[in-house]
């Protein structure tokens, strides 16, 4: 029932801002408990947590990527929305947007498709 959905640019230029929306459906992002991830997977290596943002609005991200990322939401729409700023080709990477909780195990019940990314000029 709950359904995750990225949108946004394939191709970005160098030095220039990703952004990128995750439209939620058959759940509220502000629902007690839940929390709204970024993870995205480089091709030919693993997936990296990138961040997230709380059901209380709340946001936290991985050390590597704090000074350039920011996550947002717009409840009205329920939506979040990654911006990376000062991207590379470092950046190229499918990107998902996922859906986490925790009962002692923390661990997420549901994901978007992922969109690919391309960081070119």
């Known amino acids: 029932q709950v359904q995750l959905q990225e949108s946004g640019p394939g191709l970005v230029k160098p030095s220039q801002t990703l952004s990128l929306t995750c439209t939620v459906s058959g759940a509220s992002i502000t629902t007690n408990n839940y929390y709204w991830n970024w993870i995205r997977q480089p091709p030919g290596k693993g997936l990296e947590w990138m961040g997230v943002?709380?059901?209380?609005?709340?946001?936290y991200y991985i050390p590597s990527l704090k000074s350039r990322t920011s996550i947002s939401r717009d409840t009205s729409k329920n939506q979040f929305i990654l911006q990376l700023s000062s991207v590379t080709p470092e950046d190229t990477a499918v990107y998902y947007c996922a859906r986490s909780f925790s009962t002692g195990i923390y661990e997420y019940d549901y994901w978007g498709q992922g969109t690919q990314v391309t960081v070119s000029s």
């Open positions: 943002i709380a059901f209380s609005g709340s946001t």
